[in-house]
């Protein structure tokens, strides 16, 4: 995830050690490097339980992206949470708007994703711009027009969706 | 009709005399009407009818087929019936205790096989009985124009008509005398298409009607799809005023998938897909609110899952 | 400080419960939700006019990271203060991003004088720009650092020494830091100091491959609500509250949880 930039250190000298040495923020950076970035654990830590707190972060981060993306999670149902996590693994969030659209994106290029989902996907392709790296940003109307061609996918999908039990 | 021979004006009264005498008749009749219809569509002086059940509320908010819905949304969230994933109703479950005569014309109809989509339900005799009683109700209450108010606005017409009457004898004679009419007839035209238009239109509600909408939307804002209420919470009858208040989103955001292969209609959704912003992703935009906190990447630019995120603490 | 009785943790999915609580006396809200400069969400408005008492809980200030917190968090925790007239607000002794990586969600500081400096110094900048008190909620988790210097109780206790801080108390994350360490729940509630209680957290979780996840998802379990009342047979806090995030039962279940609160902890229920 490159949206979140480092903060600048204070300027102030710390005589006392007041900011804490680059040892604290090293030590913090690979911890969340292993549980979030497919770091490599760090020393001393206990794998199982760390693998634990990793699963946990992956879990929190799927229920959040169902929020934002509800028709996709309704539509994968129970398999929703658990398969999201699996890809989550290794990929740090960027915002559970760009995580939902990444993932989506994902499953329709593995021809995974199921028509409400797509439907889902197509709207939000139509309207907000994203390259997958930096966050995502709503269309200009006129950039919105030239992307009927995702209207038209859209329809031909739930055409398919409603056509396809009867 | 007789008239004087060309030496003078119409009934004595020059041409552009009478065009503004006709346009200040025409104007103070067009503000009788006004007033007249304003006074019949007002339901009445008791204002605030607060025993307004969340069917009743679909039914004066979006008729019959919004009340359907509603009845649908308050048996699924009961687990009473679901849909096969072919775009077929079930029944799921016993019906529930305590439902109303719309929900249990709506059960039995989808228990006994006899609809098995909104569509057929519309037309099923039991449940449009029970649609007929709630809106007879609403008429009744004056929340809904009924039979009566209808004529009564178009009584409330005459003053108008009185006008254009009195503008076609005018015309007429002065047609008959070779008097210059255009502007008159346009004038006239006008009017008259105005009169039509009030002939025809009606609405559906009084205005104690539309207050009484604007009541419970602003009483239960917290019902509306963009607050993305916990809908196990608040429950069936949560779910159902909801639809009402705020139409067949609601059921979308309750249970998509239910709402999807039900076929509920969306304000959101026509029939070939969303609206370009998304539809109901700018309820998924709570997590994407505004520019600046969607651009900082943050994992947790929204509120409540930022609540997840204080909440867990190391879960 | 106005913080009494029995309140919950406000959120929008729960507004319309909330409002309904005859008895409630005050909530909490997450800082990082209210829009600065305002307006207060509508629900959270009528909840001011009937005197009930907001509190802002930041979530994502990393007060224990390495880097000096950014000022324009703290600027917005004072700004919602401001905008609910909070009487007090809280965060927590933990970080949330390093390395430029989000974490999403809170991490336990190692507890080392170097964390202990780092984090009272974030604590010292933000209390500068308060005009209310700040409470500092420990957290549950799942794995310790390696090398901890101090106790949870030690640590706590300095950083609260050092700053003047209160102790915003989650009773749940007790519980499951001792069920996953293997300890005793009192033996921590023994050593810390409970007069710099403002108020405490009441949360559920559940227990997933061993260990026990301190989920605010679930309902709270009896042995939680145990020790909230062997946490008020040493000293009663001021106020408790159930702060759930997610997975929200039917109404008259949550009602429920909140009077079994109310009943652990000898208050009056709120739901009448």
Redesign the interface.
């Known amino acids: 995830?490159?949206?979140?930039?480092?903060?600048p250190?204070?300027g102030v000298a710390d005589p006392?050690?007041?900011?804490?040495?680059?040892?604290?923020?090293a030590?913090?950076?690979?911890?969340?490097?292993a549980?979030?970035?497919g770091g490599p654990l760090p020393?001393?830590?206990?794998a199982q339980?760390?693998g634990?707190?990793a699963a946990?972060?992956r879990r929190?981060?799927a229920?959040?992206v169902a929020?934002?993306?509800?028709?996709l999670a309704?539509?994968l149902?129970t398999g929703f949470r658990p398969r999201f996590a699996t890809w989550a693994e290794g990929r740090?969030?960027?915002?559970?708007?760009?995580?939902?659209f990444a993932y989506a994106r994902f499953l329709r290029d593995s021809g995974e994703l199921p028509p409400?989902g797509a439907?889902?996907l197509?709207?939000?392709e139509?309207?907000?711009a994203f390259d997958g790296v930096?966050?995502?940003r709503?269309r200009s109307r006129p950039d919105?027009l030239l992307?009927t061609l995702a209207?038209r996918a859209?329809?031909v999908?739930?055409?398919k969706?409603?056509t396809?039990?009867? | 009709m007789a008239v004087l021979a060309a030496s003078g004006d119409t009934w004595g009264i020059s041409g552009p005399d009478f065009l503004m005498l006709y346009a200040v008749l025409a104007g103070a009749a067009l503000l009788v009407t006004y007033l007249l219809r304003r006074s019949v569509l007002s339901g009445g002086g008791e204002r605030g009818d607060n025993n307004l059940t969340p069917e009743k509320v679909a039914y004066l908010s979006g008729g019959p087929g919004l009340a359907i819905t509603t009845a649908l949304g308050a048996l699924r969230s009961h687990g009473a019936i679901g849909t096969t994933g072919k775009r077929t109703l079930t029944a799921t479950g016993t019906q529930p205790a305590g439902a109303t005569t719309l929900d249990t014309a709506v059960y039995n109809a989808v228990a006994n096989n006899q609809a098995s989509s909104a569509r057929e339900l519309a037309t099923n005799a039991s449940v449009r009985s029970a649609l007929d009683t709630i809106g007879d109700q609403l008429r009744r209450s004056r929340l809904l124009v009924g039979q009566g108010t209808r004529t009564a606005l178009r009584w409330a017409t005459i003053p108008v008509i009185g006008v254009l009457v009195l503008g076609w004898f005018r015309w007429d004679a002065g047609r008959n005398a070779g008097r210059p009419v255009l502007y008159l007839g346009l004038g006239m035209a006008g009017l008259a298409l105005v009169t039509v238009v009030l002939l025809l239109r009606a609405p559906r509600r009084t205005r104690r009607g539309d207050d009484a909408l604007a009541a419970l939307r602003s009483q239960y804002q917290y019902l509306a799809p963009t607050s993305d209420p916990a809908w196990n919470l608040y429950g069936p009858v949560g779910t159902a005023m909801a639809i009402g208040l705020f139409g067949g989103a609601a059921l979308w955001a309750a249970d998509p998938a239910f709402a999807a292969d039900a076929e509920v209609l969306n304000r959101n959704v026509n029939s070939s897909g969303w609206s370009s912003s998304g539809g109901s992703s700018s309820s998924g935009g709570s997590s994407c609110s505004s520019g600046s906190s969607c651009s900082s990447g943050s994992s947790c630019s929204g509120g409540s899952s930022c609540g997840g995120g204080g909440g867990g603490c190391g879960g | 400080m106005t913080l009494t009785g029995v309140g919950i943790g406000w959120r929008p999915e729960i507004a319309g419960f909330v409002a309904d609580l005859p008895g409630l006396r005050f909530c909490e809200v997450v800082a990082e939700s209210l829009p600065l400069g305002g307006p207060v969400p509508a629900s959270l408005a009528e909840l001011r006019e009937r005197d009930v008492a907001v509190v802002p809980h930041g979530v994502r200030l990393s007060l224990g990271g390495a880097e000096p917190v950014d000022p324009h968090r703290i600027q917005h925790l004072a700004g919602a203060a401001a905008l609910v007239g909070a009487p007090m607000v809280s965060e927590h002794v933990a970080f949330v991003r390093a390395g430029g990586v989000e974490a999403g969600h809170l991490l336990p500081v190692p507890r080392s004088r170097e964390a202990l400096a780092a984090l009272t110094a974030n604590v010292r900048r933000t209390q500068a720009e308060l005009d209310v008190p700040l409470a500092l909620e420990p957290i549950a988790t799942l794995f310790d650092w390696p090398d901890d210097e101090f106790t949870e109780a030690d640590f706590l206790t300095e950083l609260l020494d050092a700053t003047g801080a209160l102790l915003l108390l989650d009773i749940a994350n007790v519980y499951a830091n001792a069920r996953n360490r293997g300890e005793e729940p009192t033996a921590l509630l023994d050593r810390l100091p409970l007069e710099r209680v403002a108020y405490v957290h009441v949360a559920g979780g559940s227990e997933q491959g061993g260990l026990y996840h301190d989920t605010h998802t679930d309902p709270v379990p009896p042995a939680v609500l145990e020790l909230v009342t062997a946490l008020c047979e040493r000293r009663r806090p001021p106020a408790l509250m159930l702060e759930r995030d997610g997975a929200y039962p039917p109404a008259a279940d949550l009602a429920r949880e909140l009077d079994a609160i109310a009943v652990a902890a000898g208050y009056p229920v709120v739901t009448a």
């Open positions: 995830m490159t949206g979140a930039t480092r903060s250190r204070a006392a050690g007041e900011t804490g040495g680059s040892g604290l923020a030590r913090q950076a690979a911890l969340v490097a549980l979030v970035a020393a001393g830590f206990d339980r760390v634990a707190a946990a972060l929190k981060r229920g959040e929020r934002a993306w509800p028709l309704a539509d149902g740090p969030s960027a915002g559970s708007f760009a995580d939902g409400l439907a889902e197509a709207g939000r139509a309207a907000w930096s966050p995502p709503r919105q992307h209207l859209r329809r999908l739930v055409h969706w409603i396809r039990g009867k």
